[in-house]
């Protein structure tokens, strides 16, 4: 089988990564971009970053701090932490289920 057939791509929500993002804390666009990458191995681009982040803020999820040295950082809210427990929650219960209908090899 070729490689392209068995690459299913990233399974990467930009806003859930971006809430598990701020979930350690407070952070600009560029440092969300670079956690984004060490714990996910996706890495998103500019434009996917800052319109999930409209958003997210649009929404209540996320809130801008004060602009420090020309970065405008954000933080996770109280709706966006309970959102984000949501999710991992459902993606638990998706783990769990495609793990055990694995086929044990």
């Given at each position: 089988m070729r490689?392209?057939?068995l690459?299913l791509g990233?399974?990467s929500?930009?806003?859930?990564l971006?809430?598990?993002?701020l979930a350690?804390?407070?952070?600009h666009?560029?440092?969300?971009?670079?956690?984004?990458?060490?714990?996910?191995?996706t890495?998103?681009e500019?434009?996917?970053l800052?319109?999930?982040?409209a958003?997210?803020?649009?929404r209540?999820?996320?809130?801008?701090?004060?602009?420090?040295?020309r970065?405008?950082p954000y933080?996770l809210t109280?709706?966006g932490a309970?959102a984000?427990?949501?999710?991992?929650?459902?993606?638990?219960?998706v783990?769990?289920?495609?793990?055990q209908r694995?086929p044990?090899?």
């Open positions: 490689k392209n057939q690459d990233r399974f929500d930009p806003s859930l971006i809430l598990s993002s350690s804390g407070a952070k666009g560029y440092a969300m971009m670079e956690d984004i990458f060490l714990f996910s191995g890495r998103l500019p434009g996917t800052y319109g999930a982040i958003r997210l803020e649009q209540g999820l996320i809130e801008a701090l004060g602009v420090e040295e970065r405008r933080r109280a709706s309970a984000l427990r949501e999710q991992l929650a459902t993606w638990q219960r783990i769990k289920v495609g793990l694995l044990a090899l």
